[in-house]
T-cell receptor, first 114, second 110 residues
C-alpha cells in the first residue's frame, strides 16, 4: 500500500516560532510537493522538488523554505510563523516518468499559529 | 480566468440519483486530468484519471473529457450518502505541475 506520511496531524505554534513539517514517502517517487489548503482558495502550491537537493518555488513561497536531503523525505520550514500561516498543509508525491500519474497525498497537518 | 474552474456548490442530489460534476481548464497543453474526493478534514484521494477524449468508466463513476471544449466531468451513478464530499478536479500540465480547482461540494440526501 502506497504511503505518504506527515509527521503531525495537528500542531499549535506561537507567532515567531520556527516550524518544521516533515513528510516521508515510501514509493520511490522523484517529485514531492507541499500545498496549503484554505477555504475558498483550494490547494495552492508552496514548493516542489523533483530530485534530491532540488527545489522550485510554487505559487506562494513567501515565508516558507524547504529541504530535501533524501529522496523519501521533504521538509517544509516556516522560518518565523505568523497567524496568516494557519492552514491545512498537505504533502504529496508523484512519479516523474509520466504525465499520466497521480499525486498521492499525506494525511495533512492542520497548523494553528497563535 | 482561473486555470481550473469548478462550481463550488453545494450540489445536492437525492440518494440513487446521478450527480454530475463539471470542470473547465484554460491550458490547452494539459494532458492528464484527475478527480479527487476529499472528505471534511481529510486529505484528497484519487477517484479517477483520464487523458483521452471520451468516457472512462470505473464502477459507479464515469469521467468524461472533451479537449476541444477544455471540459472534464465526473458522473456518479446511484449516488450514496457516503459520496457526500468535496470533489477536486486537477490538471497535469507538466510532470511536476498539477493545477487544482477549488472543488465542488456534493451533498447526497438520504
Amino acid at each position: 500500500d502506497v504511503k505518504v506520511t506527515q509527521s503531525s496531524r495537528y500542531l499549535v505554534k506561537r507567532t515567531g516560532e520556527k516550524v518544521f513539517l516533515e513528510c516521508v514517502q515510501d514509493m520511490d517517487h522523484e517529485n514531492m510537493f507541499w500545498y496549503r489548503q484554505d477555504p475558498g482558495l483550494g490547494l495552492r502550491l508552496i514548493y516542489f522538488s523533483y530530485d534530491v537537493k532540488m527545489k522550485e518555488k510554487g505559487d506562494i513561497p513567501e515565508g516558507y523554505s524547504v529541504s530535501r536531503e533524501k529522496k523519501e523525505r521533504f521538509s517544509l520550514i516556516l522560518e518565523s510563523a505568523s497567524t496568516n500561516q494557519t492552514s491545512m498543509y498537505l504533502c504529496a508525491s508523484s512519479f516523474a516518468g509520466s504525465m499520466n500519474t497521480e499525486a498521492f497525498f499525506g494525511q495533512g497537518t492542520r497548523l494553528t499559529v497563535v | 480566468q482561473k486555470e481550473v474552474e469548478q462550481n463550488s456548490g453545494p450540489l445536492s442530489v437525492p440518494e440513487g440519483a446521478i450527480a454530475s460534476l463539471n470542470c473547465t481548464y484554460s491550458d490547452r497543453g494539459s494532458q492528464s486530468f484527475f478527480w479527487y474526493r476529499q472528505y471534511s478534514g481529510k486529505s484528497p484521494e484519487l477517484i479517477m484519471f483520464i487523458y483521452s477524449n471520451g468516457d472512462k468508466e470505473d464502477g459507479r463513476f464515469t469521467a468524461q473529457l472533451n479537449k476541444a471544449s477544455q471540459y472534464v466531468s465526473l458522473l456518479i451513478r446511484d449516488s450514496q450518502p457516503s459520496d457526500s464530499a468535496t470533489y477536486l478536479c486537477a490538471v497535469n500540465v507538466r510532470t511536476y505541475k498539477y493545477i487544482f480547482g477549488t472543488g465542488t461540494r456534493l451533498k447526497v440526501l438520504a
